[in-house]
């Protein structure tokens, strides 16, 4: 599809890594309630530098997904699960960098939680406690950010 408009294609970004995974199943939790969890999302992007080489902005992209943010306590979930994922993203050098970050935590989010949705699930799903689903999630929306 060729558009005649020069941003087409101007976001890639190299193969997302993890960063960081924490599961631990809680044995103190009892509960015939195999719960939902409700999951805490963040995203940060790093300010754009640009890459005379190619020509594009560079910013790396980081999502964290948990269900709780001090893995100390476990207090009454049935486990603990934090997972970190982040790649860079090369972006188009003639986009603004305060739309590069907006771009990149609205895309680049979007794209790394297609990474981690199926992580947990297939995590959650080897243990007693049940498959946790992650729902789709509308980052147009303001989400915890840096």
Sequence with gaps: MNTNNDQSNDLQF????????????????HSENNQKQEYQIMVSASSPKYDSQVEKKISKVTLTV????????????PFILRV?????FLVSGSIADDDVK?????NGATLL???VRPLISYITSQTSIGTQ?????????????N
């Design 14 to 29: 190299n193969r997302p890594s993890i960063q960081d995974l924490v599961f631990s199943i809680n044995p103190e939790f």
């Design 66 to 77: 948990t269900n709780k943010k001090n893995l100390d306590k476990k207090e009454d979930l």
């Design 84 to 88: 970190t994922m982040n790649a860079d």
């Design 102 to 106: 907006q771009l990149l935590k609205v």
């Design 113 to 115: 939680m297609s990474y």
């Design 133 to 145: 689903d992650i729902p789709f999630i509308d980052f147009t929306k303001s989400q915890s950010s």
